[in-house]
């Protein structure tokens, strides 16, 4: 593991694509309502720093749940099916609502917590908006796996949609099935597994608990690590390893038609995408399509005319 401090240095040079941190950030600048707090903060979120191998995060406050966004996450962008798990080392398991776990959540129009917006830069730095397949988003929409070693709970897969958690807790608290994992099938399923150590198989929670919602068809989602507290002005702090993210081929997504002398190009757009071609495969010389995609209810549409060779294509992705 490289060592740094996301706090101070962001996830530039880093596997991920963007971080939340306090209250302020985007998408919780425009929120309000339960959880959001202006005094909630993250105290700390280091790679291999303040521990050798592990993923640190101390924060007071911030969570996820209902209409609240203000918790710590860092996350990568993943347009399509996934599977991603990790490790929870230690955690403050017993005190102060300590909410580690893995999220996917909804990139989409009302990312910022509010109404739905139009009209935005595709791409701009965090706060770049994919404007989903209607109807719009009118709330917060994620999955997420976690601990929750209090009240005789152990694991907890949760999702929420427009503003409304369902939380599906399950018995065992203290078990120690610290090892979750979080699947995305066919874009609207989700999955969610646990075992106790690394040499386990995979097994379902103990109330077999699944998520199905057509909210999530054809949405990218940013795809990580989070810790809520819900306990303003009290610190407490998770520590994580042996993350892995494991997604779909960004290239599954294209699609191509042809009529009247052009060529149409289809995919399901988010942040970074750039769509590339190259003459040939031996060697490939991939170069960025120099015409400009029409986006239509989060659709990308570049036409253009059909020449005398072939031609490959590609969609590459860069960060935003």
Same mark, same amino acid.
């Given at each position: 593991?490289?060592?740094?401090?996301?706090?101070?240095?962001?996830?530039?040079?880093?596997?991920?694509?963007?971080?939340?941190?306090?209250?302020?950030?985007?998408?919780?600048?425009?929120?309000?309502?339960?959880?959001?707090?202006?005094?909630?903060?993250?105290?700390?979120?280091?790679?291999?720093?303040?521990?050798?191998?592990?993923?640190?995060?101390?924060?007071?406050?911030?969570?996820?749940?209902?209409?609240?966004?203000?918790?710590?996450?860092?996350?990568?962008?993943?347009?399509?099916?996934?599977?991603?798990?990790?490790?929870?080392?230690?955690?403050?398991?017993?005190?102060?609502?300590?909410?580690?776990?893995?999220?996917?959540?909804?990139?989409?129009?009302?990312?910022?917590?509010?109404?739905?917006?139009?009209?935005?830069?595709?791409?701009?730095?965090?706060?770049?908006?994919?404007?989903?397949?209607?109807?719009?988003?009118?709330?917060?929409?994620?999955?997420?796996?976690?601990?929750?070693?209090?009240?005789?709970?152990?694991?907890?897969?949760?999702?929420?949609?427009?503003?409304?958690?369902?939380?599906?807790?399950?018995?065992?608290?203290?078990?120690?099935?610290?090892?979750?994992?979080?699947?995305?099938?066919?874009?609207?399923?989700?999955?969610?597994?646990?075992?106790?150590?690394?040499?386990?198989?995979?097994?379902?929670?103990?109330?077999?608990?699944?998520?199905?919602?057509?909210?999530?068809?054809?949405?990218?989602?940013?795809?990580? $690590?989070? $810790?809520?507290?819900?306990?303003?002005?009290?610190?407490?702090?998770?520590?994580?390893?042996?993350?892995?993210?494991?997604?779909?081929?960004?290239?599954?997504?294209?699609?191509?038609?042809?009529?009247?002398?052009?060529?149409?190009?289809?995919?399901?757009?988010?942040?970074?995408?750039?769509?590339?071609?190259?003459?040939? $495969?031996?060697?490939?010389?991939?170069?960025?399509?120099?015409?400009?995609?029409?986006?239509?209810?989060?659709?990308?549409?570049?036409?253009?005319?059909?020449?005398?060779?072939?031609?490959?294509?590609?969609?590459?992705?860069?960060?935003?």
């Amino acid at each position: 593991m490289t060592a740094h401090n996301y706090l101070s240095n962001g996830v530039a040079g880093t596997f991920f694509d963007g971080v939340y941190t306090n209250f302020g950030d985007i998408p919780e600048q425009s929120a309000s309502g339960a959880g959001n707090d202006a005094s909630d903060a993250t105290l700390a979120l280091d790679a291999g720093i303040t521990t050798p191998g592990m993923l640190t995060i101390t924060n007071f406050g911030g969570g996820w749940e209902f209409n609240a966004d203000d918790g710590t996450f860092l996350f990568k962008y993943v347009p399509g099916d996934f599977q991603m798990a990790v490790h929870i080392n230690n955690y403050s398991d017993t005190v102060n609502y300590t909410i580690p776990s893995i999220m996917a959540r909804a990139y989409s129009d009302s990312t910022n917590g509010g109404a739905p917006l139009t009209g935005a830069t595709i791409g701009a730095p965090l706060d770049g908006l994919y404007l989903g397949p209607p109807p719009p988003d009118t709330g917060e929409c994620y999955v997420r796996m976690a601990r929750f070693d209090e009240y005789g709970i152990g694991t907890y897969p949760e999702i929420t949609i427009d503003n409304q958690s369902d939380q599906t807790t399950q018995p065992g608290e203290g078990d120690g099935q610290n090892w979750l994992l979080l699947v995305r099938q066919d874009y609207t399923n989700f999955n969610v597994y646990q075992r106790a150590t690394n040499t386990e198989p995979w097994h379902l929670t103990p109330n077999k608990t699944s998520f199905s919602n057509a909210k999530f068809a054809g949405v990218p989602m940013q795809v990580g $690590l989070t $810790l809520s507290t819900f306990n303003t002005g009290v610190a407490s702090y998770a520590q994580f390893d042996s993350f892995m993210l494991d997604a779909a081929s960004i290239g599954s997504s294209l699609q191509v038609s042809s009529s009247n002398g052009s060529i149409t190009i289809t995919w399901n757009d988010y942040p970074g995408a750039i769509l590339q071609s190259s003459p040939s $495969l031996s060697p490939a010389d991939w170069q960025a399509v120099g015409t400009a995609p029409t986006l239509t209810s989060g659709v990308a549409t570049v036409t253009l005319p059909t020449g005398g060779g072939s031609l490959f294509f590609r969609l590459s992705q860069s960060a935003p």
